[in-house]
Structure formats: C-alpha cells, structure tokens
C-alpha cells in the first residue's frame, strides 16, 4: 500500500474513479450484456417455438391423411423382388400402354439402374411410331399409370415413309424406393 500512500488526496480520487469506471464498463460488457442479450434472444425463441408448436399440432391433426396418402404413393414407389423383375414390371407396364393407346414399338432398351442410398432410378429408352393422339394418349397412361412412370425425354420426329406417323425416341424414368 506504499502506492496508494504516495499519492496526493486528487489522484487518489482520479485513481479510484478510473478504477470505478473500468469495473464498472467491464462489468457491462462481461456480465449485463450477455444476459440482456440471452434474456431477448429467450423471448424470440419462445415465439419461434410456439409458432413450430402451432405447424407441429396442424400437422398432428391432419395425420390419417398423411399417412394415407404416404400408404398411396408406397405402392407406387416400392417393389419387392430383384432387380431384373422390377425392370420386367416397369416393362410390362409399358408395353400395355402402348398396345391399348396404338403405339408400335420398334426397340426397347432398359439402361443402366442408378442405384443411390434410398431409391433406385430405373431408365428405359423406347423407339417407335405413332400418331400424334396415340402418343399423347401413352404418355398420359404413363403418367397416370401404377408405376408412376415420368417421361422424361420425348423427341419426335416426322416419317418420310409414312406422313402421318411420327418417329418417337422417348427416355421412361422410374423410381423405386429401397
């Protein structure tokens, strides 16, 4: 205390004002900041959580239509068999399609599965001939069909041979999940 001592009576005061002011900005920066800030930042989660509670309980009463129409798009989404019987299903779908709109088919190529970590993405590439009705027809048969058949590449092109048919390329998706 030899310091302190020292000192004139007016720096003593000037010391212990200094002393006071910065205990007193350290004390408002380290310590009634941070939990005025945590005390607003509490309000505005308690909002923001009764406003997800509100959706949450939305939600919660709408759960036989979810899970009914989940159940729906179940069927269509998921197989059970191996890969060469599902690419057989999608196949066969297809095919049908096609005979009952008037659509001949002249090649029919499964492509490579992409296989990912929920679902497999099944690729069919079609070639043929129709007339224009016909092919609007299938498509909306695929689009409509059980398997929940996308066209997802169409390029047409008119025939020389013959003026009212077109010449189809078409690219048939699906998605299976796993």
């Known amino acids: 205390m030899s310091i302190f001592s020292q000192l004139t009576q007016r720096e003593r005061r000037l010391l212990s004002i200094t002393v006071l002011i910065l205990g007193s900005v350290g004390l408002y920066i380290y310590v009634i900041e ?14 923001n959580l009764k406003k997800q509670l509100n959706r949450d309980e939305i939600i919660l009463s709408r759960e036989d239509t979810i899970v009914n129409e989940y159940l729906f798009y179940e069927k269509k989404l998921k197989f059970h ?26 090649d029919m190529k499964p492509q490579q ?28 048969d695929l689009q409509i069909s059980q398997q929940a058949l996308r066209v997802t590449r169409l390029q047409i092109t008119a025939s020389s041979a013959k003026p009212h048919l077109l010449k189809i390329d078409i ?6 999940l796993q």
Do not use: C, H
């Open 171 to 176: 690219i048939i998706t699906k998605i299976i």
């Open 113 to 140: 599965i992409l296989d990912e970590d929920f679902y497999k993405f099944y690729r069919i590439e079609l070639e043929g001939e129709a007339d224009i009705m016909a092919l609007s027809r299938f498509i909306y």
């Open 34 to 47: 941070p939990l005025w800030q945590f005390w607003v930042n509490r309000s505005v989660t308690i909002v």
């Open 81 to 106: 068999g191996s890969d060469q019987e599902k690419t057989a299903q999608i196949l066969k779908e297809i095919e049908t399609s096609a005979r009952n709109n008037g659509v001949n088919i002249n």
